[in-house]
T-cell receptor, first 116, second 110 residues
Framework: NAGVMQNPRHLVRRRGQEARLRCSPM?????VYWYRQLPEEGLKFMVY????????ESGMPKERFSAEFPKEGPSILRIQQVVRGDSAAYFC??????????????FGDGTRLSIL | DAKTTQPTSMDCAEGRAANLPCNHS???????VYWYRQIHSQGPQYIIH???NNETNEMASLIITEDRKSSTLILPHATLRDTAVYYC???????????FGTGTRLKVLA
């Protein structure tokens, strides 16, 4: 979907395990955003990152969740000690370099996380 | 909280124009309106965005009222594949954060 690649598409974890979700932005995009979607709800913003920097993490739960976007490689959303309530679809979006502009975000097809 | 309100659902006959309204009465002068749609469980697909002038692309047209308090997304000839949830989004001023509401569930009928 618009070139943003997320993997895996589906991830199953048992309670207490760790989940790692990966996102490769579109070519030329250096801004990455993570959103979470529960069934029958809209997407909820979690975190906004640029290369090697977290810009806005106001939507991230205070514990167990972390995100990074290293200089090389994909952005990673990490959930430690998963619980059943973490079951959701997690979407990544990216946008181009220029700040302050109106460029839209482009979304990947998400990772569906299921906690047993 | 979402800065937009949309009808929960709409039906449209195949081949007819689908007009999806959105109210954003608290929008500020430099905030853009973005439209996305989500088909089944796919990621949101960007459709169009605008500031104050009407916009058109290969997918749709966007009509923004002069006072910018509302807008309408127009799919000129709806097809069955346009069945989706359509989201109208006003970006939080000064941030890159999208606030998604519950959107409009459009069903295109054969």
């Amino acid at each position: 979907n618009a070139g943003v690649m997320q993997n895996p598409r589906h991830l199953v974890r048992r309670r207490g395990q760790e989940a790692r979700l990966r996102c490769s932005p579109m070519k030329g995009h250096s801004h990455v955003y993570w959103y979470r979607q529960l069934p029958e709800e809209g997407l909820k913003f979690m975190v906004y990152l640029q290369k090697e920097n977290i810009i806005d993490e106001s939507g991230m739960p205070k514990e167990r969740f972390s995100a990074e976007f290293p200089k090389e490689g994909p952005s990673i959303l990490r959930i430690q000690q998963v619980v059943r309530g973490d079951s959701a679809a997690y979407f990544c979006a990216s946008s181009p370099v220029r700040q302050g502009g109106n460029q839209p975000q482009h979304f990947g097809d998400g990772t569906r996380l299921s906690i047993l | 909280d979402a800065k937009t309100t949309q009808p929960t659902s709409m039906d449209c006959a195949e081949g007819r124009a689908a007009n999806l309204p959105c109210n954003h009465s608290t929008i500020s002068g430099n905030e853009y309106v973005y439209w996305y749609r989500q088909i089944h469980s796919q990621g949101p697909q960007y459709i169009i965005h605008g500031l104050k002038n009407n916009e058109t692309n290969e997918m749709a047209s966007l009509i923004i009222t002069e006072d910018r308090k509302s807008s309408t997304l127009i799919l000129p000839h709806a097809t069955l594949r346009d069945t989706a949830v359509y989201y109208c989004i006003v970006r939080v001023e000064g941030t890159y954060k999208y606030i998604f509401g519950t959107g409009t569930r459009l069903k295109v009928l054969a």
